[in-house]
């Protein structure tokens, strides 16, 4: 029966599907081990799969640090600017946001920071002048500058002789 040194081996030479296959054996045989768990999650692409890795790993152990840190970090990021603009709430405690009816709405901060972040898209998605003619009016001021600055060069050489 292969080990989980094994498995290790194989992901340091790279050989990640060897390696994968080396941890779902050793998991038929004895599926409450971490090492393998976590082997495994090393090796996987897909965020889901490693997620149920990470999962099972906390089932066997709650305390296992590798792993929560893991799913930790497997979580979408949250915009940096939404937090340093948004009021800090106690671990737990709820705030309250005005609602769209002036009436007032009690949110967690998590749900806070997500109808923020759909405001943004909402936003972004149909106001403001559109992509193309950003793109042409920045081309033109472009041309615009080359074509002034070529003058002037021209003009500083032509006077100089």
């Given at each position: 029966?292969?080990?989980?040194?094994?498995?290790?081996?194989?992901?340091?030479?790279?050989?990640?599907?060897?390696?994968?296959?080396?941890?779902?054996?050793?998991?038929?045989?004895?599926?409450?081990?971490?090492?393998?768990?976590?082997?495994?999650?090393?090796?996987?692409?897909?965020?889901?799969?490693?997620?149920?890795?990470?999962?099972?790993?906390?089932?066997?152990?709650?305390?296992?640090?590798?792993?929560?840190?893991?799913?930790?970090?497997?979580?979408?990021?949250?915009?940096?600017?939404?937090?340093?603009?948004?009021?800090?709430?106690a671990a737990g405690?709820?705030?309250?946001?005005?609602?769209?009816?002036?009436?007032?709405?009690?949110?967690?901060?998590?749900?806070?920071?997500?109808?923020?972040?759909?405001?943004?898209?909402?936003?972004?998605?149909?106001?403001?002048?559109?992509?193309?003619?950003?793109?042409?009016?920045?081309?033109?001021?472009?041309?615009?500058?080359?074509?002034?600055?070529?003058?002037?060069?021209?003009?500083?050489?032509?006077?100089?002789?």
């Amino acid at each position: 029966m292969p080990t989980i040194e094994d498995g290790q081996q194989a992901v340091e030479q790279g050989n990640l599907q060897q390696a994968r296959l080396i941890f779902e054996a050793i998991l038929q045989e004895t599926p409450r081990s971490e090492d393998a768990w976590l082997g495994l999650a090393e090796v996987l692409t897909d965020t889901d799969d490693k997620r149920i890795c990470y999962e099972n790993v906390l089932k066997i152990n709650k305390n296992n640090r590798e792993a929560r840190e893991a799913l930790r970090n497997l979580e979408p990021q949250a915009n940096p600017l939404i937090e340093a603009l948004q009021p800090k709430a106690a671990a737990g405690e709820e705030e309250e946001v005005p609602g769209p009816d002036d009436t007032i709405v009690s949110t967690s901060p998590e749900e806070t920071i997500a109808m923020e972040g759909a405001a943004m898209d909402e936003a972004q998605a149909g106001d403001g002048p559109p992509t193309f003619a950003l793109v042409a009016v920045g081309l033109l001021l472009s041309v615009v500058f080359f074509a002034a600055g070529s003058g002037l060069v021209f003009f500083f050489i032509s006077a100089a002789r």
